[in-house]
């Protein structure tokens, strides 16, 4: 069974937060028509146990991050999870953005087997392609969607193409 | 740059299902404690112009069966959404998982090149490996994670353990 190329998901991640970006863009067009200050879209939640929009891009973020990172054996740029404004967490995002795009093929060398630590499970660990396709994969997708659906739900006019995103089309 | 095995994700597709269906154990036994019915569940939704519930499982279960079919040049089974009760959405995830566990890594021979028609974009389509990567995971994690929103917006007490599974851990 061959395995993935980890390397080449990199830049999907990275897509993936720019078409995130492009939905705070919309969102900051919504505050903007129903006049309220974009902020207050970021301490909406779908329960109140559950993260709000600010701490879920922040966690989109740094599953993104840590995915690359962990399964590349490097140490990745620390984030203290300061972001109060609007500006500040559309930074993030790009500092993430470029922090992924600094990837090269070479890094991933070996990232396969190389064994990973959980931190939520002292003393585990996981092979880089397990913990990248069955938990920093689907974590990543979970804190994106979260994002999504709480800008959804707050009337933010998000639909399929502006989570997809564009990729590379053949005629027929 | 390697392709990723197709063929491997697949299982994976397959234990987010089933990893669904335990949420679903969750949402009843919520619907018994508060008593009501669990079907109203199925009709609750996070924006009136998004799917509900029953739909959104409903779409989930189609883009784990596109997204391995389409890839193997395979024709899947045809589900018409007739579904209305617990018990026959319930019924539907199964039928998914037991399709996805019939393919065998001989059915992604020549996959990653295999041009998939887009039905949305009459005339094009993309490479196999693309519309996989691309649209095919990305849709499915879609409509899995406002599965699990739509769940947890409405009370049911889901986490990251629920939502991530198990996976093959290795002793530090």
Not at 109 to 135: D, I, T
């Amino acid at each position: 069974m061959r395995a993935m190329s980890m390397y080449a998901s990199v830049p999907h991640l990275s897509k993936m937060l720019r078409n995130l970006k492009e939905w705070m863009s919309d969102g900051a067009e919504l505050a903007k028509t129903k006049d309220f200050e974009p902020a207050v879209l970021l301490s909406a939640r779908l329960a109140p146990d559950q993260y709000p929009l600010l701490r879920q891009i922040q966690a989109v973020c740094d599953a993104a991050k840590f995915a690359a990172a962990r399964v590349a054996g490097k140490t990745p740029p620390v984030h203290e999870d300061t972001e109060q404004t609007w500006e500040q967490i559309i930074a993030r995002i790009d500092g993430v953005v470029q922090y992924l795009d600094s990837f090269t093929e070479a890094d991933f060398e070996g990232a396969e087997e190389r064994v990973v630590p959980l931190p939520f499970l002292p003393g585990k660990g996981a092979k880089g392609l397990v913990y990248f396709n069955e938990m920093a994969i689907p974590n990543f997708y979970f804190h994106l969607n979260m994002t999504y659906a709480i800008l959804r739900h707050n009337g933010v006019a998000l639909g399929k193409v502006a989570y997809i995103g564009g990729f590379e089309l053949v005629d027929l």
